[in-house]
């Protein structure tokens, strides 16, 4: 097996755990990992490139499913890569970046070679974390193309190779976060709207009731849910109002259906509804 010449840099080290890091929080908030289901081809597979290329460039053009010309040297640079993402112990996030970078390099069809590029990256991705399939991995580096273009014209392999990798990894991060960010506030408007779903129509009023009390009647709701055995002369002092105005306000509350007395006027009980 032939390495491909590469550099991978402290950031890209880095890029690595926060993807991962990502990703196990979308798998948690989607609750299952999905199946893969769109096994027409293989990504470890060279035939299958073949096969991929000969359906996504138009049928009318030269060279569709065959490498140019029938190059040996381009025959046995794709084996040899082919060998290389079989076997390497690289981790997935650096080979499928490797995989797409020398697709773009050794350039071996006369046309559709970085749309193949980014294709077979999101395929190899998905195979390593089925999660990550259906995300906008090629339509996310197509619209930073300029940037992508910009990375493939560095002078010098290996800082070529690393800013490569340094820039695919930003993508697909910046992907990921966005879709968790997406899954998390699904989530909160779910759980709003199944929250509002199941409220009672009397807790809903109440609830409307609440927004609308003044401040002497919220206090006074407050001392009666900590103690529901208080008196009105306990109430008069401690909000230090009359005690015909914390009669009135608790009519009011009453009437509103926000408190209810429970029992005698003498050894009743106050109860709050929520």
Known sequence: MIKPSYQVSAESI?????????????????????????????????????RAHEKMVD??????GRYCQNDQRIQLHMAMLFDWLTHTDEHPLISSCIFHYELTEIH???????????????????RWRPILAGLPF????????????????????????????????RCLLDIISQEVKNKVENKVKDKS????????????????????????????V????????????????RLQLSEAGVNKALAGLRKKGIIERIGANKNGTWKVNK
Do not use: C
Request: charged content about 30%.
């Open 138 to 169: 090629e339509t996310t580096v197509v619209e930073r193309q300029q940037e992508y273009r910009r990375v493939l014209a560095y002078i010098g392999e290996m800082a070529k190779t690393a800013h490569f990798i340094e820039f695919i990894l």
């Open 59 to 64: 049928g009318l053009s030269e060279g569709i």
């Open 108 to 126: 071996p069809f006369s046309e559709g070679n970085e749309r193949l590029g980014l294709y077979w990256q999101a395929l190899l991705l998905a």
């Open 193 to 220: 709207r199944e929250k509002v779903q199941n409220k009672s129509p009397k807790s809903a009023e109440n609830e409307g009731n609440e927004a609308h009390l003044t401040k002497s009647e919220q206090r006074i």
């Open 14 to 50: 880095n890029l690595i755990a926060e993807i991962s890091e990502q990703i196990g929080i979308l798998e948690t908030l989607t609750g299952r990992t999905p199946e893969i289901h769109d096994e027409q081809f293989d990504p470890f597979k060279e035939d299958d490139l073949l």
């Open 222 to 237: 407050k001392l009666l849910a900590d103690d529901p055995r208080i008196t009105i002369g306990t109430i008069s002092r």
